[in-house]
């Protein structure tokens, strides 16, 4: 009967957020939280309208195996036997591109180039490599998020900023280094282009009320996070109850309808509980019905009724750092930082002030993209650094629009359940909310395979092989791990032991001794997060531990 209510006063308030109605949810009452809390959050002085406009759109495009006598490779010399691509082709606006194809395990042993055309001024650039070696990003093997959508094989994606044509060529290797899964000299199955436009972007919001406080100073309530969360992953006394009372992300919930909780994750090989009821469905996709009418509107209400209940959901997961629905949580000074944990008298834990970090709603995150409900680790005792691998083209103030076009390729295109990343940092230090489910909280991400368990992932948009990283990102770096490391009482310049899922380069099960702050590289064998990135490293560690207050 109580989840019964619950629910329907969630749905109540993310139909509020759908429908253009000036209607006003009440406040669900809020159960004691063990463990420390923190300051009390802001909220805005009114709902915000869903970003109907900013959501982006993918086009999907098969490639077909090319002629002989077709244009000249990046060389200069003609097509070679097996390659597949698609010669120069008109297309509909996008910013971001990327190869797919059907199996995940199996590795593109090859190269891929791309060129496009700029919709600024119709000239074509010239040929780019895009990254191949992808296959050791993604959930670990065996866990629910892994089997639960069939996720495909994919390149990274590479920014090439606003374009309407494209043209790309996959030629075969002749690495038999996984020839387990494919003969030397063959592409894997299903290769498909995927061209990605990142959408509008989104409004920023502010305010500066308090969470509950009238809008107009009387009595009057605001639509408020209807999902509750008591305590933080890591911290004595949490219970990992959260309500999730209408499903999200285009599946429904199998099991008695009573809130999930997120589970421990498991080390033997059994998938962990997922933050969720029932089963794992499967990441949404959009509706091909073309209904119109009275059945096509229903249909799109609901769709309207699940973003929104998504969106809340990822705000109300932040809710006790920040206003609820604002674009960023605000930095803190240390001393700000020290007394939200609500730690004894005298007491000074080892920790960074908190950094100013971009909200999902921030970046413009389409919140129905994502599978509903969240998915936790037992904590964080480690930082996995990477380069997202997308190019270093982007100017700072199309960062946003680099990670939107990142989380709907992970989503839609590679079939993961949210962006793999639990963090991004553009070139210039800005600091980006990644994986929904809270920033301070342990949420386990899809960016090491093998070892997502106990960690964390920072991705810095772009790529570091041949070039240096940007010292505003590596401070960022160091900034974010003083902090959200401090949380869980690691120690940024210290060592700790993981229990390996499963990779390339650490069997299933291996207790592996790692950096707290490593690079993609140490758990799985691949160059990310490049040569010059991983040089930074030890840049971080040090500067890391400084802000906590080491010496």
């Not at 982007?394 to 359940?417: D, F």
């Amino acid at each position: 009967m109580r989840a019964s209510l619950v629910s329907s006063l969630a749905v109540g308030c993310a139909t509020a957020l759908a429908l253009p109605l000036s209607l006003t949810a009440p406040t669900p009452a809020a159960a004691a939280a063990p463990g420390p809390r923190l300051a009390p959050a802001l909220a805005p002085t009114a709902p915000d309208a869903p970003d109907a406009d900013v959501a982006g759109s993918t086009q999907s495009l098969p490639l077909e195996p090319l002629a002989p006598d077709g244009p000249r490779n990046r060389a200069g010399g003609r097509t070679a036997a097996g390659e597949r691509g698609l010669t120069r082709s008109e297309v509909r606006p996008f910013s971001l591109v990327g190869v797919v194809w059907d199996d995940a395990r199996a590795p593109l042993d090859g190269t891929v180039q791309v060129r496009s055309r700029s919709t600024a001024d119709g000239t074509w650039s010239r040929w780019r490599d895009v990254e191949t070696h992808n296959e050791e990003h993604g959930a670990d093997p065996g866990t629910v998020e892994d089997r639960g959508a069939a996720p495909r094989g994919g390149t990274a994606p590479l920014w090439v900023g606003a374009s309407d044509g494209v043209e790309v060529r996959v030629r075969p290797g002749q690495d038999d280094r996984h020839d387990r899964h494919e003969r030397a000299g063959e592409l894997p199955r299903g290769l498909r282009l995927e061209l990605v436009d990142p959408g509008r972007e989104p409004e920023r919001t502010t305010s500066t009320r308090a969470m509950g406080a009238p809008a107009d100073g009387g009595g009057g309530g605001v639509a408020a996070p209807y999902t509750h969360y008591t305590g933080y992953p890591g911290y004595p006394g949490y219970t990992g109850q959260f309500t999730r009372p209408y499903p999200v992300g285009g599946h429904t919930s199998s099991g008695s309808g009573q809130p999930g909780q997120p589970g421990k994750s498991s080390q033997s090989g059994k998938p962990g509980k997922q933050g969720q009821s029932g089963k794992p469905g499967k990441p949404s996709r959009p509706s091909q019905s073309g209904q119109s009418g009275p059945a096509g509107e229903s249909e799109k209400a609901e769709q309207a009724v699940r973003k929104a209940t998504a969106a809340a959901e990822s705000a109300g997961a932040n809710a006790e750092l920040a206003p609820y629905g604002v674009s960023s949580i605000p930095a803190q000074t240390h001393a700000q930082t020290v007394a939200s944990l609500h730690k004894a008298p005298g007491a000074k834990p080892y920790i960074g002030a908190r950094p100013k970090i971009v909200t999902r709603k921030g970046w413009g995150a389409d919140e129905g993209l994502r599978e509903g409900g969240f998915s936790y680790t037992k904590t964080v005792k480690a930082a996995f650094v990477h380069h997202s691998a997308t190019g270093n083209s982007y100017k700072c103030g199309e960062a946003a629009s680099v990670l939107r076009g990142i989380y709907r390729y992970h989503v839609k295109s590679m079939h993961w359940r949210d962006i793999g990343y639990n963090f991004a940092v553009d070139k210039c230090g800005t600091i980006y909310e990644g994986r929904a489910g809270g920033v301070a909280k342990a949420v386990q991400g899809a960016h090491t395979m093998g070892f997502n368990s106990d960690s964390m992932g920072i991705a810095v948009l772009g790529s570091y092989g041949s070039t240096n990283p940007p010292a505003a990102a590596v401070t960022a770096i160091a900034r974010l791990t003083a902090w959200k490391l401090g949380l869980f009482e690691a120690n940024p310049k210290g060592k700790t032991t993981l229990t390996s899922g499963g990779g390339n380069r650490f069997k299933k099960g291996s207790k592996v001794k790692l950096n707290v702050i490593s690079g993609h590289r140490d758990g799985f064998s691949t160059e990310c997060p490049g040569k010059r990135l991983y040089g930074k490293l030890g840049t971080a560690r040090s500067a890391s531990a400084k802000y906590q207050g080491r010496s």
